[in-house]
């Protein structure tokens, strides 16, 4: 589920985050059919897989913003 380029993901990472709640609730609420189980635990992957995607975006931003945030206390 990324755009062609492979930059980001189609879904924003708040969306991701609210659906896999929502799958996390239904999964957890149990009465379902085996086929929906599974259907459900595997947008839940790929939701999980959307949200890390997003963060280790993030990460790498902030770390590129700072590249020497590690070194500023070695001199």
């Not at 659906?19 to 599974?38: A, D, F, M």
Request: proline share 4%.
């Amino acid at each position: 589920m990324s755009t062609p380029d492979n930059s980001a993901p189609e879904i924003g990472y708040e969306a991701a985050r609210d659906e896999l709640i929502n799958v996390v609730k239904q999964l957890e609420g149990g009465g379902l059919t085996l086929e929906r189980s599974i259907a459900l635990w595997e947008r839940g992957e790929e939701l999980a897989t959307i949200c890390q995607t997003w963060l280790d975006g993030a990460r790498a931003r902030l770390e590129a913003a700072a590249p020497n945030s590690g070194a500023a206390g070695e001199a």
